[in-house]
């Protein structure tokens, strides 16, 4: 079992920069393909970024793709989203999840446990 909490969720305006946080416990973080997800009111979730394990490499959504980064720290046992030059279209629950597989999945099935979200809303 793998327990993910998240923090840093906040109202932000359009333009500004914002970082989420999601701790991990009960199992070696870096054995872990890590993830993050988004969902929008009335809106399936959608894939945001993932980060390969051990660190090796990233993948973006091209909506966030040169103002977004995703990052880990095995020591911590701590994942983290940078966002930068936020848009309204980011406001969403935003999630992180963990995944046993290789390589950069990036449809929710393939991804195992949950945070249980936090909700960024950008004002414009």
């Known amino acids: 079992q793998v327990q993910l909490v998240q923090s840093g969720g906040a109202l932000v305006q359009a333009g500004g920069s914002l970082r989420l946080s999601c701790a991990a416990s009960?199992?070696?973080?870096?054995?872990?393909?890590m993830g993050w997800f988004r969902q929008a009111p009335g809106k399936e979730r959608e894939f945001v970024a993932v980060?390969?394990?051990?660190?090796?490499?990233?993948d973006y959504a091209d909506s966030v793709k040169g103002r977004f980064t995703a990052s880990r720290d095995n020591a911590k046992n701590t994942m983290y989203l940078q966002m930068n030059s936020v848009r309204p279209e980011d406001t969403a629950v935003y999630y992180c999840?963990?995944?046993?597989?290789?390589?950069?999945?990036?449809?929710?099935?393939?991804?195992?446990?949950w945070g249980q979200g936090t909700q960024v809303t950008v004002s414009s």
């Open positions: 999840a963990v995944s046993n597989r290789w390589g950069a999945p990036k449809l929710g099935s393939d991804y195992e446990y």
């Open positions: 009960g199992r070696t973080f870096s054995d872990y393909t």
């Open positions: 980060i390969r394990r051990s660190g090796f490499g990233t």
